[in-house]
């Protein structure tokens, strides 16, 4: 299918650039924080201590800069309340509801097959000792 050889070459010469723009995209929104902070603001507008929580593991200091990191992306709309305390809520842009969608089906893979997974990292480490 020569398509495809092109395809895959045009895609190839992308990733030959260390700082190309779809390189730097792909960094941003596939990163490890990343999906789960869009996952979660993706059911409306989320607060920094619900992303906090469901985000677990993460530092409040990688939260604070994955979501700026978003939000100068333009993936996220951070809006503050003048309150005492402030108030701050996370919400997704038109592109980020759009990249849901495909962050969704990812995450579903991800569910479906992390045992699959397993099971194939299991026999590889098994195959892997039994060779040295």
């Known amino acids: ?6 395809e895959a070459s045009s895609i190839a010469g992308v990733w030959d650039t260390p700082h190309s723009p779809l390189t730097e ?3 941003h929104v596939a990163g490890k924080w990343s999906i789960g902070i869009l996952v979660a603001a993706a059911h409306g507008p989320v607060r920094f201590s619900e ?33 005492v305390p402030p108030k701050v809520e996370y919400r997704l842009t038109p592109m980020a509801r759009e990249l849901h969608a495909t962050l969704s089906g ?3 893979w991800a569910e479906r097959h992390r045992s699959d997974i397993a099971t ?13």
């Open 1 to 6: 299918m020569p398509w495809r050889n092109r």
């Open 106 to 108: 990812l995450v579903g």
């Open 25 to 27: 995209v792909l960094d």
């Open 51 to 83: 992303l906090e929580r469901t985000s677990a593991g993460i530092s409040r200091r990688m939260l604070t800069l994955n979501l700026r990191k978003l939000e100068r992306d333009g993936l996220l709309i951070r809006t503050v309340y003048p309150t």
């Open 120 to 132: 194939a990292r299991a026999e590889y480490d098994a195959a892997a000792a039994s060779t040295t």
